[in-house]
């Protein structure tokens, strides 16, 4: 069992920035693959962005650009740096943990609200 600690939500004005930060911890296995997804109210919740131990990464169109993923494997912990923030993104963002083998897991997580 993985159990993750998301921190770094909160309230920012259109354009600005942020920096999510997701620990794992437990039985936190060297391939596995980490990543952000949020949901917004009324909405689906979708991926934000995916990296592999090894560091590939993966994005949709929606933050391309704007969102960079990154992760600490002697920390276990994975980064999401979000620039130039839209008031579409105010969503909760949810930190995963998917091993080679074995269930996923989902952090708590984290309020972003981008507002004026």
């Known amino acids: 069992q993985v159990q993750l600690v998301e921190s770094g939500g909160g309230l920012v004005q259109p354009g600005g920035s942020l920096r999510l930060s997701c620990a794992a911890s437990?039985?936190?296995?060297?391939?596995?693959?980490m990543g952000w997804y949020r949901q917004a109210p009324g909405k689906q919740r979708e991926l934000v962005a995916v990296?592999?131990?090894?560091?590939?990464?993966n994005y949709p169109e929606s933050v391309k650009g704007r969102f960079t993923i990154s992760r600490d494997n002697s920390k276990n912990t994975v980064y999401l740096q979000m620039n130039s923030l839209k008031p579409e993104d105010t969503a909760v963002y949810y930190c995963?943990?998917?091993?080679?083998?074995?269930?996923?897991?989902w952090g708590q997580g984290t309020q972003v609200t981008v507002s004026s």
């Open positions: 995963r943990f998917q091993p080679m083998y074995g269930s996923v897991s």
């Open positions: 437990g039985s936190v296995f060297r391939m596995n693959t």
């Open positions: 990296i592999t131990s090894g560091g590939d990464t």
